[in-house]
């Protein structure tokens, strides 16, 4: 079977390391006033290494996933950076976050007891962060249940409670504000009180916290935010702002035109449903110039993706065709042409978790 050149191969997403490295670079120097350091979350890129290079190349010393195959990948290609675990372990996976994560977030005792009995077997300690749930409801004991928590963690061998921390904004959509982050510092300060150990890490939030961070307003004491969108897409997250000083060309994902003709508007015949179960409805609006673009929604999240030339517009896709109208385009697209989307972080993470979109990185140093 002759081989596929699967450099040429579309679509693909073109990465910019620079921008990337630039991101980081502004982020940490906000942050770095209030005492605050940031770590560099990868999962949105599923850990790719030229990433979470170019985070490390703009002053960033941790990074932050949420799959340990994603740790796994970026130690063995070199990257050196210190890695905490994000999403609050698997019990079937606590040896394996002994060996890959030097600290993680933690929720369950029956967990950190798995951590620190495979710790213990390695003659080391791991580190953890006790997430607590400050509205939003996701990950984190209730505030009430802090302070028995953090006494039968003393109890465990092999673990240290480095530190306490919140994630707001992603289920529950809760803002992170000058409360709930008081809320953290407060129950900091009562773990130290009862415990008579110091509690290093602060750990406030996400990339929904960037605003707080551009104002001046993040309350002192707060010393770890986890970003991850605000580095990649250069905006933060409550209201999905660009933030100034923050780069969005960082991702571009190209797809080919297969099929560019004018037909009308409306299909013809009974409308059942398309092939991902939905009953379509449409406007009339006489013939239109159609162009197809081999991508689909098992490539990417189509919802995600933004198309650059703004007078093309998506009206459809299917597992592995797009279809855009670009009658009003100003460009002559013809088959054969790559179309360039940008991406919001549903298209940017199913893309880069795809086997069926190419990776390119732009090398040409700092563009
Ligand atoms: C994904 C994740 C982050 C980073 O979120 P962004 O919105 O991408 O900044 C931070 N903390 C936890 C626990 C996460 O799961």
């Not at 605000?230 to 797809?255: H, S, V, W």
Request: charged letters at 20%; proline letters at 5%; a neutral charge.
């Amino acid at each position: 079977m002759r081989v596929m050149a699967m450099d040429k191969v579309n679509p693909y997403i073109e990465i910019n390391p620079a921008a990337i490295r630039d991101n980081a670079a502004c982020i940490a120097a906000k942050a770095r006033p209030f005492g605050c350091e940031i770590v560099g979350v990868t999962k949105g890129c599923c850990g790719y290494p030229p990433v979470a290079q170019a985070m490390l190349d703009g002053g960033i010393r941790m990074l932050g996933d949420s799959r340990l195959e994603n740790i796994l990948r970026m130690r063995q290609a070199g990257i050196n950076a210190a890695y905490l675990l994000l999403r609050i372990p698997m019990l079937s996976e606590a040896a394996a976050v002994v060996e890959l994560a030097d600290i993680s977030l933690n929720s369950e005792v029956a967990v950190m007891e798995a951590l620190g009995r495979f710790a213990v077997r390695r003659g080391t300690v791991h580190r953890v962060i006790l997430m607590v749930d400050l509205g939003d409801l996701r990950e984190g004991v209730m505030p009430a249940d802090v302070l028995p928590t953090v006494a039968r963690i003393g109890r465990l061998p092999g673990i240290e409670l480095a530190g306490v921390g919140t994630n707001l904004a992603c289920y529950g959509g809760v803002i992170p504000d000058k409360e709930n982050m008081a809320a953290l510092l407060q129950l900091r300060e009562e773990i130290q009180r009862v415990s008579g150990k110091q509690i290093a890490v602060v750990s406030g939030g996400n990339s929904a916290n960037l605003q707080m961070l551009w104002r001046g307003e993040l309350p002192p004491g707060i010393n770890q935010l986890r970003v991850g969108e605000g580095i990649l897409l250069g905006n933060e997250t409550i209201e999905r702002q660009k933030m100034p000083g923050l780069r969005q060309d960082a991702f571009c994902l190209y797809a080919e035109i297969i099929e560019l003709k004018i037909k009308p508007s409306v299909p013809h015949g009974r409308i059942g449903q398309n092939a991902l179960g939905e009953v379509p409805r449409y406007a009339d609006q006489g013939p239109r110039a159609r162009a197809i673009l081999a991508l689909g929604r098992q490539d990417v999240m189509v919802d995600g993706l933004l198309p650059l030339d703004e007078q093309v517009h998506i009206i459809g896709s299917s597992s592995d065709h797009l279809i855009a109208d670009v009658t009003d385009s100003a460009v002559s697209w013809q088959v054969g042409m790559k179309v360039p989307f940008a991406v919001k972080y549903g298209a940017l993470m199913t893309a880069m978790a795809s086997s069926y979109v190419r990776k390119n990185v732009i090398t040409s140093g700092s563009k």
